[in-house]
């Protein structure tokens, strides 16, 4: 693709990594330019692929401590399991996330929220395709309100930019795939990925080897050539390159484990709430800290999307009042919060102990 204008963050700026409500990915904020430094950072797939790395160490480094501290073997899945039942939803996360740090070279944080937002259809349709959703007229309607909406706050906008667009809209159908995959690899009690920790341990290293060959021919030969990592003349301005960026991934990690604790305790439905919450918050800030233009036309659209998701969230909250618990939490609900993060690899350990000594007794 051709170069198109930045969006990209500084080197001397904080890359902060943002979740985008329950369907989020990293993105690189633009910031004043201090002197001396480079305009952009333009290599967001190498941001990425770090920010995975980084991920997956405080993972691994956490599961040690916890293992150390609890004496309790962690998960450790199969070759079989994990090349079946995790590298789908891998493979599905590092595209998602990839291509939405790679639109933000060509579009604003308005216009990527907005689009962004869109996922949320992409995800009912995958629900209805494996059946984790039924088909009803509401469904239809919260169709309807978020795509039209999507249509308006797109329609001649000044800084609407296709590579840009395009690249965030295939990021919200692979979202959709990533977190319909997600929810059924975490409704899988079998196999104890319930814990974030365990969870973004076994993630990581799928969804670095994903990103590799789209970083390898996208960036790969430039980021070699690069003055700003490999070919470096200021000593500072790497430190503080390399320092931002791995400041992003400890964020990234907090938000992960943020986000996958907040699933296994409750739903989709709570980071479906706080995920609207803060679409407004990023908005506004992006209109008032980073001059965003936004029309009249594309408040409006933005608004029927926001009123399509929400009647998503109150469909889905009183289904749930009406029904109860989902059936992944009922096992979970009466469990405090450090019991699920001391989770063993062994689910059922206590059970198989439990027989032993009634086997004991009788005998």
């Known amino acids: 693709m051709g170069q198109g204008p930045s969006y990209a963050a500084e080197p001397s700026s904080l890359l902060r990594p943002v979740e985008v409500g329950s369907r989020g990915s990293w993105r690189a904020v633009k910031a004043p330019s201090c002197s001396g430094c480079p305009q952009s950072f333009h290599f967001p797939l190498f941001m990425t692929m770090l920010h995975l790395a980084v991920i997956f160490l405080f993972s691994a480094l956490s599961r040690a401590l916890v293992q150390c501290s609890s004496h309790r073997a962690r998960v450790v899945l199969s070759w079989t399991d994990y090349l079946r039942r995790v590298a789908p939803t891998a493979l599905a996360t590092a595209l998602d996330v990839g291509l939405s740090n790679w639109s933000f070279l060509y579009i604003t944080v308005s216009l990527y929220t907005m689009t962004k937002s869109s996922a949320v259809l992409f995800i009912l349709i995958f629900s209805l395709i494996f059946k984790l959703e039924e088909l009803r007229a509401a469904l239809v ?25 395009a690249l965030v809209l295939g990021a919200s159908f692979i979202g959709g795939i990533r977190w319909t995959l997600t929810q059924m690899l975490l409704q899988k009690a079998e196999l104890g990925l319930q814990n974030p920790i365990d969870t973004m341990f076994h993630l990581q290293p799928l969804m670095f080897l994903g990103l590799f060959p789209l970083f390898a021919v996208f960036e790969g030969l430039h980021l070699s050539t690069s003055e700003k990592i490999f070919r470096f003349q200021d000593t500072g301005l790497l430190l503080r390159v390399l320092g931002s960026l791995f400041l992003g991934g400890i964020l990234a990690f907090g938000l992960g484990f943020s986000e996958f604790l907040l699933v296994s305790r409750t739903s989709s439905l709570t980071l479906s709430i706080a995920g609207i919450f803060k679409e407004v918050c990023t908005l506004l800030l992006a209109a008032h800290l980073l001059g965003d233009q936004i029309s009249l036309l594309n408040w409006l659209g933005f608004a029927l999307c926001l009123s399509g998701i929400s009647l998503h969230v109150a469909l889905k909250a009183l289904h749930a009042r009406g029904d109860g618990a989902p059936k992944s ?8 919060d450090l019991e699920l993060l001391l989770r063993t690899s062994q689910p059922d350990e206590e059970d198989n102990e439990e027989e032993y000594f009634v086997a004991q007794g009788q005998q």
Request: aromatic letters at 16%; glycine letters at 16%.
């Open 141 to 165: 309607l919260v169709v309807l309100l978020i795509a039209g909406g999507l249509f308006m706050f797109t329609y001649k906008s000044t800084q609407f930019n296709v590579e840009g667009f």
């Open 329 to 336: 939490l009922k096992g979970l609900g009466s469990n405090p």
